[in-house]
């Protein structure tokens, strides 16, 4: 299970880093995508990276504001969100996952998200 950290409440415009991190897990390993759920809404997947390769994807919704990363010595996979907008509002969680062209399939378990707020 992964544990996202580093959300909050932002202006519009702003910028916020998210963290996943885990414990006896190598992100080497692995694929991992980020998911974002908001109230009355179906979960999306923001982005993913891939395990063996590193590439990333993104949907349009948040293609050029949103930036995945992996920083291997550190063992965390980053989230970083810039060009905030009052829709990026939602739940956000990691997970391993297929980086799918269609977009990321979860494989894994969920952990508990962290919450992103986008208001003046």
């Known amino acids: 299970q992964l544990q996202a950290s580093g959300g909050g409440l932002e202006q519009p415009g702003g910028s916020l880093r998210l963290s996943c991190t885990a414990s006896g897990f190598s992100f080497d390993d692995y694929s991992i995508a980020w998911f974002r759920q908001a109230p009355g809404k179906e979960r999306e997947g923001v982005s993913c990276i891939n395990g063996n390769d590193g590439s990333t994807t993104y949907p349009d919704s948040v293609k050029g504001r949103f930036t995945i990363s992996r920083d291997s010595a550190k063992n965390t996979v980053f989230l970083q969100m810039n060009s905030l907008e009052p829709e990026d509002t939602a739940v956000y969680h990691c997970?391993?996952?297929?980086?799918?062209?269609?977009?990321?399939?979860?494989?894994?378990?969920w952990g508990q998200g962290t919450q992103v707020t986008v208001s003046s």
């Open positions: 997970v391993t996952s297929d980086c799918l062209r269609v977009g990321p399939r979860a494989t894994g378990t």
